[in-house]
């Protein structure tokens, strides 16, 4: 069984857990509209303005023990420059 999860590579950071790959680029394109500097979008550390968040989506194979991942892909940066998309989503 597959289970996706996003995370902020940049500050180790879980954003969410996802039972399909849909569900999962769903909260991606939620995150990519939403502004940068506002939560969960906003960046912990106090450079924010020069900073933000790398996310990634991780395919995680759930029925080994431990979680085995299986994938760990680039694919959304949100930062005061913009918001850039890595890799192609499928259309919603």
């Avoid at 289970?3 to 590579?9: R, T, V």
């Avoid at 989506?57 to 991942?69: G, K, V």
Wanted: include cysteine; glycine fraction near 4%.
């Amino acid at each position: 069984m597959a289970m996706f999860e996003i995370e902020d590579e940049w500050h180790a950071e879980w954003i969410g857990r996802y039972a399909t790959r849909g569900e999962a680029h769903d909260a991606l394109r939620k995150l990519a509209s939403l502004p940068w500097d506002e939560l969960p979008n906003a960046c912990p550390c106090k450079s924010s303005q020069t900073c933000g968040r790398r996310y990634h989506l991780i395919e995680f194979d759930t029925s080994a023990d431990p979680w085995q991942r299986l994938e760990d892909e680039p694919v959304l940066d949100v930062s005061a420059a913009g918001t850039d998309w890595l890799t192609a989503l499928p259309l919603a």
